[in-house]
């Protein structure tokens, strides 16, 4: 089964900085799709960014950025720029490409934004 | 923009009670999800939902688990026998496809805590 990792429980960013949230994954299978989905206070969780594993170019959106290393199973959120809005609870999530359709996610990362 | 919808946001309850969580998925939608997550651990997969079947389901996913479509709406969650346990948030999900690229979009939740 894969298993994916967030180590980082809590982190904290000051307005207008860059923060790289990590997440690793465990996985056999060679066709994947890495999420990363942010929960605001009270809120549902919403898509931030999505990497499909065959693309070797990491995915951006607006912002929000990864570092996609097939090797090392890693597969870290780089948020620039940071806005009080983006105080949220961030999970990483892993999906198979062959079958299923559970998402498996990490425990989740809290970002504090601090101005 | 389309949201997924759930009711109740906090359901309070006494062990061995039954529950019914419902949630109103985006309407184009075809694949309805159930995750939950205890306090402090991470969201985890419960079932998947598809033409009115079951197509997937976790091991969490036993038989005091069930889940319906009653109308063209509607999906439902129903806990027969409630545990000290089953206290988590629950997560309904939707998506236009099953494939591992479309995205699932979530509800707010449904904090269910079992007395």
């Known amino acids: 089964a894969q298993t994916v990792t967030q180590s980082q429980p809590e982190m904290s960013v000051q307005e207008a900085e860059t923060v790289t949230l990590s997440c690793t994954y465990d996985?056999?299978?060679?066709?994947?799709?890495l999420f990363w989905y942010k929960q605001p206070p009270s809120r549902q969780m919403i898509l931030v960014i999505r990497?499909?594993?065959?693309?070797?170019q990491n995915a951006t959106e607006n912002r929000f950025s990864v570092n996609f290393q097939k090797a090392a199973k890693s597969f870290s959120l780089k948020i620039s720029d940071s806005q009080l809005g983006d105080a949220a609870m961030y999970f990483c999530?892993?999906?198979?490409?062959?079958?299923?359709?559970?998402?498996?996610f990490g425990k989740g990362t809290s970002l504090l934004v601090t101005p | 923009e389309p949201e997924v919808t759930q009711t109740p946001s906090h359901q309070v309850t006494q062990m061995g009670q039954e529950v019914i969580l419902r949630c109103v998925p985006i309407?184009?939608?075809?694949?309805f999800y159930w995750y939950r997550q205890i306090l402090g651990q991470k969201v985890e997969f419960l079932v998947s939902?598809?033409?009115?079947?079951?197509?997937?389901k976790s091991e969490i996913f036993d038989d005091q688990f069930s889940v319906e479509r009653p109308d063209g709406s509607n999906f439902t969650l129903k806990i027969r026998s409630t545990k000290l346990e089953d206290s988590a948030m629950y997560f309904c999900?939707?998506?236009?496809?099953?494939?591992?690229?479309?995205?699932?979009?979530f509800g707010p939740g449904t904090r269910l805590t079992v007395l």
């Open positions: 309407s184009n939608h075809l694949y």
């Open positions: 999900a939707s998506s236009e496809g099953r494939l591992a690229d479309n995205e699932q979009f």
């Open positions: 996985t056999s299978e060679s066709d994947y799709y």
């Open positions: 939902f598809y033409n009115n079947e079951i197509s997937e």
């Open positions: 999530a892993y999906r198979s490409g062959y079958s299923g359709y559970a998402l498996n």
């Open positions: 990497q499909e594993a065959y693309k070797q």
